[in-house]
């Protein structure tokens, strides 16, 4: 069974960081692409940033390039997402994502219950 746990949201000031988590289990992780979503108050869903599976490329919304890093450690099957210098507009629900091949903006098949992310001052 394909399990995605994510872990890391809270509360951060403006210009505060962030780590998410995301242990992942049931499936062969190095394999997959993986990616987080959000989604913000009253929004819908917003990819903001994936990771290949095997050649291991990254891709940043625009959004938050120069701020958010992801990076996956497929020993410890876990996909990580450093949030810096983060902005009330980063608030909402972020997801981690698995896409059904190694190309992580593929059609994802399974996502986590999601970890919130508060910025206010």
């Known amino acids: 069974e394909v399990q995605l746990v ?8 403006p210009g505060g960081s962030l780590e998410l ?7 062969t992780f190095s394999i997959y692409g993986m990616s987080w979503v959000r989604q913000a108050p009253g929004k819908g869903l917003e990819s903001v940033s994936g990771v290949n599976g095997g ?3 990254a891709t940043y919304a625009d ?7 992801i990076y996956r450690d497929n ?15 980063d608030a909402g629900v972020y997801y981690c994502a698995k896409a059904s ?9 399974y996502r ?8 206010s001052s």
């Open 63 to 69: 959004s938050v390039k120069g701020r958010f890093t």
């Open 112 to 119: 986590g219950q999601g970890t919130q992310v508060a910025v």
């Open 21 to 27: 988590s995301c242990a992942a289990s049931g499936f």
């Open 55 to 57: 050649n291991g490329r």
């Open 101 to 109: 091949e190694p190309n992580w903006d593929a059609h994802y098949d």
């Open 6 to 13: 994510e872990s890391g949201g809270g509360l951060v000031q």
């Open 75 to 89: 020993p410890k099957s876990t996909l990580y997402l450093q949030m810096n210098n983060l902005k009330p507009e």
